[in-house]
């Protein structure tokens, strides 16, 4: 079926260590994976996707790794900030027509100054 | 461009009675999205849209209604309030064949 879920609720991080937010999905048809973040009372923000093609993709700060044989997604934040306090989801997307995005429970960071 | 635009932020009603969440994107984005998202939940999709005159169910679109008559607009209705949809909803769009959805601040609803 459809679900994407993750393996904790929260997670505290020392101010400038790294982060690692992990997510298991269960649908194998998912075209891309996304992380989104999101503070509270806004809606959530793209942070970054990878396809299902990579296993891995880099951005500003943040690295994603893809690995379809356990069905795992990983967010990995470098040099925690105080900003990046948030909750993080992870979400698939299936190309059924339009987009169709998938949203999982979430995990919520916090940051330790 | 203010991006997308949700209206009200709040509203409180009472079981039975119906009301219509706004949804307005000045992007151009060709997908649009309804998400509703419980306390402490992740977003549920409710409808989505890949263009005027175009909609589609989600994962729980029952008790919801929506049209798209214009790229912009994306409007969601709520006929017969229950306390089970009391929920932050969260309005969203993207260009075709992107991943980057971008949200609304939300509306948030209470049915008592």
Known sequence: GE???????????????????NCAYSNSASDYFIWYKQESGKGPQFIIDIRSNMDKRQGQRVTVLLNKTVKHLSLQIAATQPGDSAVYFCAENLNTGGFKTIFGAGTRLFVKA | NAGVTQTPK?????IGQSMTLQCAQDMNHNYMYWYRQDPGMGLKLIYYSVGAGITDKGEVPNGYNVSRSTTEDFPLRLELAAPSQTSVYFCASTLKGSTEAFFGQGTRLTVV
């Open chain 1, 3 to 21: 679900s994407v879920g993750l393996h904790l609720p929260t997670l505290s991080v020392q101010e400038g260590d790294n982060s690692i937010i």
């Open chain 2, 10 to 14: 709040f509203r409180i009603l009472k």
